[in-house]
């Protein structure tokens, strides 16, 4: 799989050096707010090891993202095939960024870069997103790229404790409809 680049960004597979930046993401409460528990280094490996697999495994996934012009590892995005136990199924796009990335349109162009690969490499009709009904930061990147919300397809996530991670909202957008 070769890279994606954007303007500013390269959405890549993973390196070792990515670890311990990805790491601190994880262990980062505001990073992890709508995502649940903390991860601990030896989890945060374990996580880049499963995307690795699945990337081999499917020939897409979760990209680490890079700055172009520093270098500098900020986060993931990319494509994922919805967890089993969902009252739906599909390819989801995602992201995470480090908080010193939050603000800068990486989330957005990242995503606009997962997207153009779903439809036109791999040739997907539709593409879906999901999201605690709380992070509303999330759901601004959603509409930004194109995707919308019908809201009879909220859910409650059957794998969230009961409290704010369990209701979640689900945007989707089709190939046809792209912006």
Partial sequence: MDDLGTDRLTLRR?????LAPWATMNADPEVREHLGDLLTREQSDASVARFQAEFDQRGYGWWAVEVQATGEFI??????????GMPFTGVEIGWRLARSAW???YATEAALKALAHGFDTLGL??????????NLRSQAVMRRIGM???????????TAPPGPLRPNVLYRIARSSRI
Avoid: Q
């Avoid at 993973?14 to 990515?18: E, F, I, P």
């Avoid at 919308?148 to 059957?158: A, I, L």
């Fill in 103 to 105: 603000g800068h349109g």
């Fill in 125 to 134: 009709s539709e593409i879906l997103a999901v999201t605690t009904a709380a």
């Fill in 75 to 84: 986060g993931f995005a990319g494509l994922d095939e919805v967890d089993d």
């Fill in 14 to 18: 993973w390196r070792d050096s990515d």
């Fill in 148 to 158: 919308t919300r019908d809201v009879t397809d909220d859910f409650d996530d059957p």
